[in-house]
Structures are given as C-alpha cells and as structure tokens.
C-alpha cells in the first residue's frame, strides 16, 4: 500500500521521490484543472464596467460599434457611453472584483490541497461513487418501459389447494421444504448463484460465470409465487429490481442464462405482472445475442456479457456448439419477440432450425454436436439425455405454445421420436423399456437420470401424434416412468442414481462409482407429474411422495439441501451444493403432483426445461419475423 498523498507546501518536496505515475497523473490531472480555472476566470469573468451600469443606473447604453475614437471604451464590438463620472466608485468595483478573484483562486487552491490529502482509499471511493452514479444513470436510460402488448389469457393462476386431507398435508410438507430450501439460501447464500448448505456459504460453477447473479432467487421465483410464498417472493423481486446487474465481464452459459435466467425472469413476469421482470429479462437477452455471430448463426456455448465475446467448451467435440444448448432457446426467445415487438428474437432461433431441417441427418438421428464454424456435425453421438434432450423437448413445445399452429416443429418432432424409438429404445431382459445412447453406429444401454423427462414428453405430445398414436405414447411415457421408478427403488436411499445399465444381468443400476450420485434433480418426479396429469394413476402420487420423504431424509441438513455422492450407500457422504434447479424444478413438479390440475393448466401453459411456465400464445393472425403487418 501506498502511504497517504500529502501535497501541502511541506509535504510536497519529501514525498515527491516515492510517487508513482497513477498519483503524478492525478496530480498533474488537478494542477491542469486548476489552471483552467484560473484562465477562466480572468478572461470570463464579467468587466467591471458593465456591473457599474447596472450598479449605478446610469443611462450607460450599449451600441454595437467599432469605432473608438469618441472617447468610449471598445468591449467585444460594443461601445459604452457616458461613463465620464463617479471614476472613484469605478475603481473601488474593480478593487472589489480583483479581491473576490483572487479569494476564489485562494479557495480553490485550498480545496485541491484538502482534495490530495485524501488517501488513496478515500479518493477511490469518491471515484466509485461517481462511477456508481453514471452507472445509475445509464439503467434508468435501459429501464425504458417496453412497448404495451396485450397479454395472453393467464388462466389458472389459483391456490390449486387439494379437498383431501392427506394430499394437502403432503403437498405442505413439500411448500415447508420450499421454505427450509429459501431461508438457508437467504441466511447464508444470499445474492449467491448457488448455496452450499454444509459449509453454509455461496456456491456458484463455471456456467453462472465469475459474477454473484442470484441464481437462485431468480431461478425459485415462480415457485415461491405458485405456493403463496409472497413475502418471500417481494425479497426476492427486491434484489433482483435493485442487485441484478448483466453489465458484468463475466462468462456464462448462453443455455443455461436461457432456461434459468431469461425462463425464470418471464414466468415470474406473466404470474405476477411486474413490470421489472420483463425489463430484465429483455436487458439480459440482448447480452446473449452476440453469441449468434458465427459464420453460421448457430451461437456459441458461452458468451462474455460485457465484450459479447464468444467460445465453445473446451471438451466439446471438434469445436462443436451442443444440440440441448443451442436447441433450448425457441420458447423464450419466442416470448421475447412477442413481448418487445422485436423479431431478432425470434429470426435468430428461426434461423437455427431452418439450419437444421436441411442437415442430412445419420438414420434419422440428430448428432450432439455441430461445429458453428463449418456447419458440420462433429462425432455422430446422439443422446435424449445430457447434450440432446431438451432440443427434443423445445420441439414438441414450441408447437403447443403456438396453440398447435407451428406445425413445422411438430413435424420435426415427430420425425425425430420415429428414429428415437427405431434406434435407441429397447426393453431389457426383465422387461423394463430404456432410452440408450448412440455412439458411432453403436448402441450404449445405458440410461442417464436426465434421460428419465422423456418419460412427461412422450406423454405431453400424445396428443396429436401422426397417425394418431396416442395411446401407443401414453404408454412408452408410463413405460419410461416405471423404469425411472425402478431406479429410484433399487437403490439403499430410494433416490436415483445419475445413470443406470441394462447389461449383463444389471437393471436400473448404476455400476461406475461415478454415476451413483443424485444432485437434487427433478427429471423423474417430472414425469411423475405429467403422468399423473394425464392418468390420474394414484401411484404417480405414491411414487412422488417416497421421493419427497427420501429428499427430506438423506438430503435434508440444518443449511439447506444437498446432493448425496452415493446412493447405494447407507452412510452417504454430501457434496455440499444446494442446486438452483431443485428450488425451480424439483420442489414445483412435486407441489404440482399434490395440487388440483386447474392451477396452471395444461391446455393453457408450457413449462420451459427449468420448470418456468410460459402462457400459450395465440399468434393465429399475428408473424413475430418483423412483418410490418404485425403491431
Ligand atoms: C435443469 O437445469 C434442466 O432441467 C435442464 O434441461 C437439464 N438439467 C437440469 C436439471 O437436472
């Protein structure tokens, strides 16, 4: 540390030795300004003459003149008359004038001096403040308010509240463990990504970037609204509105700001009607667009939100951008469009699609990876789990969320669950029907418990199947949701394994040390509840309650919840991370699984990958591509 700069008369010389440029640059800074100062003064500082007229009112007049001669005073092009007499007072004025100069230049001089014994600290905060205040003033300029859309009919906002007894004491259990979830992050994670409930601090990972963006608050929002958690709800709208800040240089996941940031931001706009949610949403938005600058528009995997510089994983495949990433954009971006009035939106996701329907596609089948640069798939691998699953997924619901009107997404959906199941699906020898992934022409039986949300899409997009296969996809999503089941109830915790086998004689099983763990993930209670919206099966309920008993057990500590390393182990060790998802996904699909089905609705509403709702909009007479007929 620097010692403080002292510039007095003294000070000045013995100091002198030890400055460094940062201060002699300030210094000089200050000296200049004080110059300035002093020349301003001397040549704008009003004649004395002129304050004599209006001091004395006498019948001085000023006429435009140039000419001398008569004995007037030239000042500036005009000529002063009459100012023969009272020479005394004239020069006393002056006197007057000179005096409070120089008692100007004395006070400036004295608060330069006061201005660089400051210490460093002192200087840099004041700098800061400063800094602060621009930065305040450029928000409010970005805080425009956005132009009037009308909104979408938000039908089934309600309590859901459940007549039996017995449901809805399960479904508070699930809203008390809400409640342990949020007032651990708010305790001891606050204004965090993430919470780690053991060590009871923040948590964040690479994919939030280097910056505190409240991850979690964002990300439980809707939650917090739908179970009636409303005192919690205004803390956490109070952050955002004044904490939430995109003008960072930090790095993150384009994908995951989607689903979590943009998802979240918007479902709590349409449920609440707060304004400052599509603000933020719209300002983080326009962060993301660079992203889309590649030769191709097919947009990279991180971008930096304050230099838009983009790249892609380091471990991806040639380079590639990932099919769940860049495939897990349309339903927002769709939102946006609708929302501003803006089609960028829109064209960009638009745009990929239309990339990807004139791919040739291996058997039919997507590949995970696709270079930006080239436009070229990178290794032929294709997963509806990690690197694949959501793309499927934002297929079937950009249709419904066109009230069924997108029938091209519709269409590229169907085409893709046709290969799917030709290819990938399989009953193993104890009958239970797995997704596996393929590999090079090659089929891996194995099954991620990320995989297990295909179970809620096979069921979601039954209805209006080609050649009217409903009830053939009822059956594989109840189908997929007992093999799920299976792989929760073979395990000493009774909650699932990240990833499980079907080979040589193991079923629903994880085998490497490595996929035995579970981080609070929501995808099996998901299609639980989609099945039970679609069924009304009991043992969906029953299936979901020992999941939510088995969180509350093994996951549960004092700071909040955390994932478990090993399943299969009766001593389990944590990995101390309460993951923003469990807050947004998890604890949601299992309060909905106990709540009546008319709050948000089916027909009505689109969850996003993260469990955000988004209201079905009807565009029939509308385009979101910039047609002029359109607003
Ligand atoms: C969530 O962020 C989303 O569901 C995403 O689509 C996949 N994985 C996590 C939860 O497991």
Same mark, same amino acid.
């Given at each position: 540390?620097l010692?403080?700069?002292?510039?007095?008369?003294?000070?000045?010389?013995?100091?002198?030795?030890t400055?460094?440029?940062?201060?002699?640059?300030?210094?000089?800074?200050?000296?200049s300004?004080?110059?300035?100062?002093?020349?301003?003064?001397f040549f704008?500082l009003?004649?004395?003459s002129?304050?004599?007229?209006?001091?004395?009112?006498?019948?001085?007049?000023?006429?435009?003149?140039v000419?001398?001669?008569?004995?007037?005073?030239?000042?500036?092009?005009?000529?002063?008359?009459?100012?023969?007499h009272?020479e005394?007072?004239?020069?006393?004025?002056?006197?007057?004038l000179?005096?409070?100069?120089?008692?100007?230049?004395?006070k400036?001089?004295?608060?330069?001096?006061?201005?660089?014994?400051?210490?460093?600290?002192?200087?840099?905060?004041?700098i800061?403040?400063?800094k602060?205040?621009?930065?305040?003033?450029?928000?409010?300029?970005?805080?425009?308010?956005l132009?009037?859309?009308?909104l979408?009919?938000?039908?089934g906002?309600?309590?859901?509240?459940?007549s039996?007894?017995?449901?809805?004491?399960? %479904?508070?259990?699930?809203?008390?463990?809400?409640k342990?979830?949020?007032?651990?992050?708010?305790?001891?994670?606050?204004?965090?990504?993430?919470?780690?409930p053991?060590?009871?601090?923040?948590?964040? $990972?690479?994919?939030?970037g280097?910056?505190?963006?409240g991850?979690?608050?964002?990300?439980?929002l809707d939650?917090?609204?739908?179970?009636g958690?409303?005192?919690?709800?205004?803390e956490?709208?109070?952050?955002?509105?004044?904490?939430?800040?995109?003008?960072?240089n930090?790095?993150?996941?384009?994908?995951?700001?989607?689903? %979590?940031?943009?998802?979240?931001?918007?479902?709590?706009?349409?449920?609440?009607?707060?304004?400052?949610f599509?603000?933020?949403?719209?300002?983080?938005?326009?962060k993301?667009?660079?992203?889309?600058?590649?030769?191709?528009?097919?947009?990279?995997?991180?971008?930096?939100?304050?230099?838009?510089?983009?790249?892609?994983?380091?471990?991806?495949?040639?380079?590639?951008?990932?099919?769940?990433?860049?495939?897990?954009?349309h339903?927002?971006?769709?939102?946006?469009?609708?929302?501003?009035?803006?089609?960028v939106?829109?064209?960009?996701?638009?745009?990929?699609?239309?990339?990807?329907?004139?791919?040739?596609?291996?058997?039919?089948l997507?590949?995970?990876?696709?270079?930006?640069?080239?436009?070229r798939?990178?290794?032929?691998?294709?997963?509806?789990?990690?690197?694949?699953?959501?793309?499927?997924?934002?297929?079937?619901?950009?249709?419904?969320?066109?009230?069924?009107?997108?029938?091209?997404? %519709?269409?590229?959906?169907?085409?893709?669950?046709?290969?799917?199941?030709?290819?990938?699906?399989?009953?193993?020898?104890?009958?239970?029907?797995?997704?596996?992934?393929?590999?090079?022409?090659?089929?891996? %039986?194995?099954?991620?418990?990320?995989?297990?949300?295909?179970?809620?899409?096979?069921?979601l997009?039954?209805?209006?199947?080609?050649?009217?296969?409903?009830?053939?996809?009822?059956?594989?999503?109840?189908?997929?949701?007992?093999?799920?089941?299976?792989?929760?109830?073979?395990?000493?915790?009774?909650?699932?394994p990240?990833?499980?086998?079907?080979?040589?004689?193991?079923e629903?099983?994880?085998?490497?040390?490595?996929?035995?763990?579970?981080?609070?993930r929501?995808?099996?209670?998901?299609?639980?509840?989609?099945?039970w919206?679609?069924?009304?099966?009991?043992k969906?309920r029953?299936?979901?309650?020992?999941?939510?008993?088995?969180?509350d057990?093994?996951c549960?500590?004092?700071?909040?919840?955390?994932?478990?390393?090993d399943?299969?182990?009766?001593?389990?060790?944590?990995?101390?991370?309460?993951?923003?998802?469990?807050?947004?996904?998890?604890?949601?699909?299992?309060?909905?699984?106990?709540?009546?089905?008319?709050?948000?609705?089916?027909?009505n509403?689109?969850?996003?990958?993260?469990?955000?709702?988004?209201?079905?909009?009807?565009?029939?007479?509308? $385009?979101?591509?910039?047609?002029?007929?359109?607003?």
């Open positions: 540390r010692p403080p700069l002292n510039l007095g008369a003294s000070a000045f010389p013995h100091h002198r030795a400055l460094r440029l940062s201060e002699k640059f300030i210094l000089l800074l200050i000296l300004a004080f110059i300035t100062l002093c020349f301003g003064a704008f009003p004649d004395s002129k304050h004599k007229r209006f001091d004395l009112g006498l019948e001085d007049v000023l006429i435009p003149h000419d001398t001669s008569k004995g007037g005073k030239n000042l500036g092009g005009f000529l002063i008359h009459g100012q023969g009272d005394h007072r004239h020069r006393e004025e002056e006197e007057r000179r005096n409070k100069i120089r008692a100007d230049h004395e400036a001089l004295e608060e330069a001096k006061e201005k660089l014994k400051k210490s460093r600290d002192e200087i840099q905060a004041e800061q403040t400063e602060n205040k621009v930065v305040q003033e450029l928000k409010k300029k970005d805080s425009k308010p132009p009037p859309v009308p979408p009919n938000l039908i906002i309600n309590s859901g509240e459940p039996d007894l017995d449901i809805r004491e399960k %479904r508070n259990k699930i809203k008390e463990m809400m342990h979830a949020w007032d651990s992050y708010r305790q001891y994670g606050w204004g965090h990504n993430e919470l780690k053991i060590a009871r601090k923040g948590h964040s $990972t690479n994919i939030f280097n910056s505190q963006m991850a979690t608050i964002v990300d439980a939650t917090l609204y739908i179970m958690l409303h005192d919690e709800f205004r956490g709208q109070e952050w955002i509105d004044k904490n939430l800040d995109f003008s960072v930090s790095e993150v996941s384009v994908f995951e700001v989607n689903i %979590r940031f943009i998802g979240g931001l918007l479902a709590a706009y349409y449920l609440s009607g707060q304004e400052v599509k603000i933020k949403a719209v300002q983080l938005a326009g993301l667009l660079p992203a889309f600058n590649t030769p191709t528009g097919i947009p990279w995997a991180m971008v930096n939100l304050k230099s838009g510089v983009g790249r892609n994983w380091g471990w991806a495949s040639a380079g590639s951008s990932i099919l769940a990433e860049f495939g897990t954009l339903m927002e971006f769709v939102h946006l469009s609708y929302l501003t009035g803006d089609p939106y829109y064209n960009k996701v638009m745009h990929i699609r239309k990339l990807l329907q004139k791919m040739d596609r291996p058997n039919g997507y590949p995970n990876y696709l270079n930006p640069r080239t436009g798939w990178g290794q032929h691998h294709t997963s509806v789990g990690g690197l694949g699953d959501s793309f499927y997924e934002y297929l079937l619901k950009a249709w419904l969320m066109s009230d069924k009107m997108d029938t091209e997404a %519709r269409k590229m959906y169907d085409d893709a669950i046709e290969a799917i199941e030709k290819h990938l699906i399989r009953k193993s020898n104890g009958g239970l029907t797995f997704i596996g992934e393929w590999k090079n022409g090659h089929l891996e %039986r194995k099954m991620g418990h990320l995989t297990c949300f295909a179970g809620g899409m096979f069921a997009g039954a209805d209006g199947s080609r050649d009217d296969k409903a009830g053939h996809y009822l059956q594989l999503g109840a189908e997929i949701a007992h093999t799920c089941h299976e792989s929760y109830d073979r395990t000493t915790l009774k909650l699932g990240e990833a499980f086998k079907f080979d040589g004689g193991v629903a099983v994880a085998v490497r040390q490595n996929e035995k763990y579970y981080i609070l929501p995808e099996v209670i998901e299609t639980y509840w989609y099945m919206r679609f069924t009304h099966d009991p969906y029953q299936w979901g309650w020992e999941a939510t008993q088995a969180i057990k093994y549960r500590v004092s700071g909040g919840f955390s994932g478990v390393k399943v299969y182990s009766s001593s389990p060790t944590y990995d101390d991370v309460q993951q923003s998802f469990f807050l947004a996904e998890t604890l949601k699909y299992l309060y909905l699984l106990f709540s009546n089905d008319d709050l948000l609705p089916l027909d509403w689109v969850f996003n990958t993260e469990a955000h709702p988004l209201p079905v909009l009807h565009l029939a007479n509308t $385009t979101l591509s910039g047609n002029p007929a359109y607003r």
